[in-house]
């Protein structure tokens, strides 16, 4: 089945982890099945969004490569919104109410003291026209729930959770529209996944009594359109939690910026998340059709997926020890080249140590104390240096014959009077980089003392 999936954020805040990976699972599955990936823009409460939010939505979207094959803003959609409210209101579906904030949190309070669910009681659906008709004289305006149908349970088979059931009298008749008119989330949410032709919502588990009331929405509205539309499927992925189990206010603020700091690769965080929370094994895969290839919402776990800052550290590392210099060469210090970034590679975490290790072909290094036998050794390097294809091996070899050094004796002295370091990358790779005349003063200065 070829997949339309969609992200639909509220632009009210930035991107955190979280919402990170429902983006990439949601890109993922529409890719695999060679389907779209929709972004949409979840900005009805005009309040709270912001075009700033919108931006920086589309540009973190950018850098991890999830672009969306489309983007909607449901802002943009009112009318769409009002229409379906008319037909469901015209059925019978919705049902305005008077009842203020106050009210509604003691009927709570008193359900909850007799032991009942704190659903809301339809106490609105009892009034008459006449009482109506007095609230609205009084000028309250009302807002508007959608009314549950009780007589069968709501059902389906979750993609990540398996067959669900929900008691719809155990739930509270939704609030989709505001007294000032404006909408919740409930049901623009809804219209926009039938129209989009949406096939597959993809989100949080916390959104799973959401779905619930959503699937009695889109039969409503389905009906309404004599059949026309599809109700997608859904499924529900664990939530993200920190590394010691516990949701956190951490992770609820870890978005990309952090990210780019602490100079992690976008396919580092996409390696990551594709896996976490799955039986496949996390894995530094760069390329993405490999891991489209595995992806699969069979191999979802119910339990909550624990973000590990090591495990990222991890796979950025292994990520950047494969990275090629074409994808790296325009964050690479100057005059470092492709032997350079083939050298110092192995070495790195992250790709912006790249400029440290080059400072050890560049200078100027760390001056070292070296012993007076050292010293005297450093001076048979500097007479036995010839430079060839390969000086490090040629050096080394010689060495080794003339002072019957070998080992760390024979290597270390001579990295660190080459590099001022005690490790580093491969000498091999590395001193042709340094260079001739680099390497030669570096030794003669260092057995000068
Ligand atoms: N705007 C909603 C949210 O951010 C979308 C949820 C959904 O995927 O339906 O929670």
Redo the contacts with the bound molecule.
Sequence with gaps: MTHVTRF???PTGRLHVGNIRTALHNWMLAKQSGGRFLLRI?DTDAERSREDYVEAIRADLEWLGLEPDGEARQSQRLALYERAFAALREAGRVYPCYETQQELELKRKIRLGRGLPPIYDRGALELGEAERASKEAEGIAPHWRFQLDHTAPITWDDGVRGPQKFDPAQLSDPVIRRADGSWL?MLP?AVDDLDMGITQ?L?GED?VSNTAVQIQMFTALIAEQDGAGQMPGFAHEALLVGAEGKLSKRLGSLGCDAFRERGFEPQAIVALLARLGTSLPVEPIADRAVLLESFDLATFGRAPARFDDAELERINAALVHQMDYAAVAERLPEGMDEAGWHAIRPNLSRVSEADEWWRLVTGPIDTRAFSDEDRAYLAEAVRSLAWGDDPWRALTATLKETTGRKGKPLFLPLRQALTGMDHGPDMGELLPLIGETRARERLEQAAQG
């Design positions: 639909a954020p509220s979840d989330y949410s919502v989100r959104h």
